[in-house]
């Protein structure tokens, strides 16, 4: 057995004891029942696997459970065919391999109970305690929650609220999802499909938030077998394919295990393979792939101070890929994760990426909040037997950021719709970046937030008086978008009065500020905003004001605005800097303060976010193709998405200027994982030259997609 799968915190499907047979496990089930003195043999491998987190756990109360829920549950069949008892112990033997506590898996055990049999919460209360009862209920509701695109968002919100105040009511739940996906194959294709789109679009992104990565990386790799199948048996194919070739990995792995041993740290190397979709994503972004990019070596250390130990002696033996480096020990990620990244170059200049972390830290990496126990017991005492708050609310030091953000929300949000519109838009987000205040703090964004965003995730709803930022020492617009390890400073205006303008929901990308932007303009409906407005005169960002003026169709040199008819006639008539829309896009506008008219792309995020929020589009075309055709300048933002290589910077300023476009602003991110994004604000003799434009950037070696941006690109 291999030193993986001996560790605790591996993900499920990779440890070295084999999947349980239901079916097996089903006759022993229906065995009836068993001596109070004895463990019924249907949960051994629960027993196991919690013994081998918590030895000294009291099995008892797991035994009374599993006999309540196989009384009550007897004479019920699921549609694969097993005795439906199969199903809550498949789920706890999850939650007991990630290291759930043991009133975790009491409750997972009795979790179908309440709403599926004649038991009553009375009846759990009084068997099993106040805390089991709030978790089976938690449970309870949220299976009454419809999840796809026609839920009901004061039910949601119920529902969701009821799991932030105990984490552990959704990692039951998603361990429920996850046992439910593995035995999929039993429905209709097209049940199979929706289950999947929901477990995507939902469940997926809330493991992600909780940090149980464990459950959601098999999650992703069993939605992508039923959605994508072909592209999966492609992926199965390389996944095979390499492991029957000589992986480089191993020799790698063996170096990094001599140069630690030399340096007296103990430590384990392990080769950590890759998941379906990780492979799909990397093969997608690099085209070809290498030996090295099946898996990763991850390095085990006893302290955080090894940790670091470790990264030095493989930066001094090793040569490092330095733009692969990330300290989410120093700085953890928004869902508690902590971990040292880098990348070393071996021998005949294979690349491996490297992870370095406690055993500690391994183990929230993989179980997130389940790997935290319960978080409402301390000192060793019973949480069923504390007193709760007077106010209902339970404090939980363990709860991660996103989930106390959310209770924030719901306090926040005026409707239901608002708070289920908000939401959504955040799960949707893959990505989250840590920007660092000039106080010393850290926040935690959703990748492409703004300074308005960061004002509000810091002030909350001062930031209604914000006025501007500095961005790593540089003043900035509040419609700056920030970048990961961006050091911000926000800008407050000291008139009380101020307040914001509509145009500042074009920029925000978080619930908390869009929410507190959306509550103060029903507030004020007269549209009072203060002197400012928003953008401040004395201390206005001059850096980046030629950018934002021109992505708004103002001030354009050597060239004209180009008309737009709208169904507002006399209204003044401006291009959202948002999106930057060129004919001949499909647009639409809306109006803002002051009777004007900002025209969006119809694609543009904004567009959907102002309709959700119930504001009237206003209609909006083109006028004239001659009147526009080879006369005017346009402006617009493109991203141009390649691997990092030399010159490249270099070839791509040199296909812009042969396709006589001019580059206004230009923004170069940090590599990743030897990727780099370049945004472009660039302005077009022609917007009919904007295909061609982005076909001669596409045929630069190393550029694998060029698409049209969001957001204007910052100045230099």
């Known amino acids: 057995m291999s030193a993986e799968a001996t560790n605790p915190g591996a993900p499920l499907r990779k440890r070295g004891r084999p999947r349980i047979d239901l079916r097996r496990l089903g006759r022993v089930a229906l065995l009836g029942p068993v001596s109070r003195d ?18 000294d756990a009291d099995l008892d109360i797991l035994r009374r459970a599993y006999v309540l829920a196989e009384s009550s549950h007897r004479g019920q069949m699921r549609k694969s065919g097993e005795p439906y008892i199969t199903h809550p112990l498949a789920v706890t033997l999850i939650l007991a391999e990630l290291g759930a506590e043991t009133t975790t898996l009491t409750a997972s055990l009795l979790h179908d109970t309440v709403e599926d049999t004649d038991v009553t919460l009375d009846q759990v209360r009084e068997q099993f305690g106040d805390e089991v009862c709030y978790l089976v209920d938690g449970v309870t509701k949220l299976e009454k929650v419809d999840y796809g695109a026609a839920a009901e968002p004061e039910t949601f919100r119920k529902m969701l609220v009821a799991t932030g105040n105990d984490v552990r009511v959704m990692s039951i739940k998603l361990a429920d999802r996850l046992h439910n996906m593995r035995t999929l194959g039993v429905m209709r294709p097209e049940k199979q499909a929706r289950i999947a789109k929901v477990t995507r679009d939902v469940l997926i992104p809330l493991a992600e938030r909780l940090g149980v990565q464990a459950l959601k990386t098999e999650l992703e790799d069993l939605v992508f077998a039923i959605l994508h199948p072909q592209e999966y048996e492609r992926t199965q194919a390389l996944i095979t394919a390499w492991a029957d070739a000589q992986d480089p990995l191993t020799e790698i792995a063996e170096g990094v295990r001599s140069t630690l041993r030399e340096a007296g740290i103990s430590a384990e190397v392990l080769i950590r393979p890759r998941h379906f979709v990780s492979v799909h994503r990397v093969r997608i972004k690099r085209g070809e792939m290498r030996g090295t990019d099946f898996g990763r070596l991850l390095v085990l250390v006893g302290e955080d101070a090894d940790c670091y130990a470790v990264l030095g002696e493989l930066h001094t033996c090793f040569t490092p890929v330095i733009s692969e480096f990330k300290d989410f020990i120093a700085a953890p990620k928004f869902n508690l994760y902590q971990s040292l990244h880098t990348a070393v170059v071996g021998p005949e200049g294979a690349v491996a990426e490297v992870l370095i972390r406690t055993h500690r830290m391994h183990k929230v990496a993989e179980a997130g909040v389940v790997a935290l126990g319960n978080p409402y017991t301390q000192d060793g005492t019973n949480a069923a037997h504390q007193a709760e708050p007077a106010d209902g609310e339970r404090a939980d030091p363990t709860r991660p950021g996103w989930l106390s953000r959310l209770l924030d929300w719901q306090e926040s949000a005026t409707d239901s719709d608002t708070f289920w519109t908000t939401l959504r838009a955040d799960l949707a987000q893959d990505r989250e970046i840590t920007v660092f205040r000039t106080d010393g703090g850290t926040l935690g964004l959703p990748a492409g937030a703004s300074c308005a965003d960061a004002a509000y995730a810091q002030y909350g709803e001062e930031a209604h008086g914000s006025i501007g930022a500095r961005v790593n020492g540089r003043l900035a617009t509040l419609s700056t978008v920030l970048n990961d390890g961006d050091t911000v400073q926000l800008l407050l205006a000291q008139d009380a009065s101020s307040g914001p303008s509509p145009e500042w929901l074009d920029h925000v990308r978080t619930p908390a500020a869009r929410i507190a932007i959306t509550a103060w303009l029903d507030a004020h409906p007269d549209g009072a905003q203060g002197a400012h407005g928003g953008r401040p005169d004395a201390e206005r960002p001059q850096a980046a004001q030629p950018s934002e003026e021109a992505a708004n169709g103002r001030g354009r040199p050597g060239g004209r ?156």
């Open 38 to 55: 004895r463990l019924p043999d249907a949960i051994g491998h629960v027993a196991e696997a919690h013994r081998a987190h918590h030895p």
């Open 561 to 716: 605005t180009p008309s737009v008819d709208v169904d507002t006639p006399g209204a003044p008539v401006r291009l959202a800097g948002c999106c930057t829309p060129v004919p001949p896009d499909a647009i639409v506008g809306f109006t803002v303060r002051g009777g004007a008219v900002t025209v969006h792309r119809e694609e543009c995020p904004a567009v959907a976010r102002m309709r959700a929020l119930g504001r009237a589009a206003v209609g909006a075309r083109w006028n004239d193709p001659g009147e526009w055709s080879g006369t005017a300048d346009y402006r617009v933002t493109l991203v141009a998405e390649s691997f990092g290589r030399p010159r490249l910077l270099a070839d791509l300023t040199e296909a812009i200027a042969t396709a006589e476009a001019a580059i206004v602003a230009a923004t170069v991110e940090p590599p990743s994982e030897q990727r780099v994004r370049h945004t472009y604000t660039l302005q077009l003799p022609d917007a009919a030259g904007l295909p061609g434009l982005m076909r001669a950037m596409r045929d630069v070696p190393g550029v694998y997609d060029v698409s049209r941006a969001q957001q204007p690109a910052a100045t230099g």
